[in-house]
């Protein structure tokens, strides 16, 4: 990836609805050529377009990671399977496989703590596999300043 195409994948983290006009301007190239080589990041899945998503002004006021020991005593656990299961739970925005003394990491999103109680200890637990949880609810989150990645 050259110079010009970090500036441009950095002016879209920071404002993704950024118009090609303006980025072209901030980053000296034609019009046609930020929308081509914009394409072709967007082609080769390198940038991808969604919304970021307000939880809380959605109703889910708590937001939390849950990590996960699977029981690998079993052959049949797969770790891989059980992230993409566990991803499709309701209230889980994401799961991933990691290494250290934990296996996964969900991130979840609740209405209150009576509704991550009932994820956690009724939902995520019922999975096979499931050895232990441990949540850590998030309490304040910082932004991190984007532009730094794209230098």
Do not use: C, H
């Amino acid at each position: 990836m050259d110079a010009q195409n970090k500036k441009i994948v950095g002016l879209l983290w920071k404002d993704g609805r950024m118009k090609l006009k303006d980025i072209s301007k901030k980053v000296n190239l034609p019009v046609t050529t930020v929308f081509n080589r914009l394409k072709k990041m967007q082609d080769t899945g390198l940038v991808r377009v969604r919304a970021e998503v307000d939880w809380k002004q959605l109703g889910y006021g708590l937001e939390a990671f849950v990590f996960l020991n699977v029981d690998t005593s079993s052959r049949r656990v797969n770790q891989e399977k059980l992230a993409q299961d566990l991803a499709r739970a309701p209230g889980v925005l994401e799961a991933s496989v990691v290494t250290g003394s934990k296996d996964l990491i969900l991130r979840v999103v609740s209405k209150d703590m009576d509704e991550l109680s009932d994820l956690v200890l009724k939902k995520l637990r019922d999975f096979d596999g499931v050895a232990s949880t441990e949540t850590l609810v998030i309490m304040k989150k910082a932004e991190a300043d984007r532009s730094l990645f794209m230098r």
